[in-house]
C-alpha cells in the first residue's frame, strides 16, 4: 500500500512513517499542499493521511483537492478536534477522521479498514478498458468521458466514481447509502444528501434534457436507476 502522509510536524511525520514502514507500507512525507501536490504527480497513492493546519494553505481547501483530483483514500489526523472540523471534512470528502493524539496501532487498523473498503469499491468493472452506453464511451483507464459525438467531457473525481458505479450496476435501483459507500466507502450519512448533488452535476454533463433525466432516474424515496445498456470493451 502506498500511503503520503502530509503534516508539516517532521518528528511526528518520522515516527508515523517509521511505525508504517516497519508494517511493510511505502510511506512519503509532504510538508505542505505544494509538496502533495508535486508527489501526486510523480507516484499514485492509495492512501492520504492529512494534517488540517498547514502552513500556507489549508487541511480543508486540501482535501476538496483530493476529492476532485484522486481517488486516493483521505484520513485526517488532526489536533483541533472540534465537531466543526470533523463535519466539514467530511462533508468535503474525507473518508475518516482521527483527533491527535492516537495510538499508532490505531491509526494502522484504520489504514487498512479503508484501504480494503476502497479496493472493495473498485472491482467492478476492473476487467474492461471502456464502458459504451447510449453511444457515450466512458475510459476507464484513463478517467475520460467522450460524448456520441466524439467530444470529452471533464469530469470531477467524484463524478467519474459515480458514473463508474452506475454504469457497473445497469438497471438495479442503488440507494444513496449504497452509492456513497461504493464511491466512498462510509455511510451515507456522514454526508447527508450531498450525493444528490454529484447526480445533479452529472446529469447536466450527460442527459440531453437534466430536467427529464433518462439515463440516470431518480428511485423515490430510495436513490437512482442507470438505465442503459452497458457494453463492456476490453
Known sequence: MR??????????AEMVRDYLSDKGQHVAIAGDGQE???????????IVLLDLVLPQEDGLVLTQYLRENTDAGVIILSGAGTLVDRVVSLELGADDYLQKPFE???LLARVNSLHRR???????????KVAAFAGWRLDLQNRKLFRPTGGEV??????FSLLRTLVSHPFEELSREELMREIKGRSVE??????DVHVLRLRQKIEANPTEPALLKTVHGI????????AEEG
Open 3 to 12: 500511503i503520503l502522509l502530509v503534516d508539516d510536524d517532521a518528528d511526528f
Open 36 to 46: 502533495m501536490r508535486d508527489c501526486l504527480e510523480r507516484d499514485p497513492f492509495d
Open 104 to 106: 499508532l496501532r490505531e
Open 118 to 128: 476502497v479496493r472493495a469499491g473498485q472491482r467492478s468493472l476492473r476487467q474492461a
Open 154 to 159: 471533464s469530469l470531477t473525481s467524484t463524478e
Open 190 to 195: 456522514a454526508w447527508g444528501r450531498n450525493i
Open 223 to 230: 436513490g437512482y436507476t442507470f438505465c442503459a445498456d452497458v
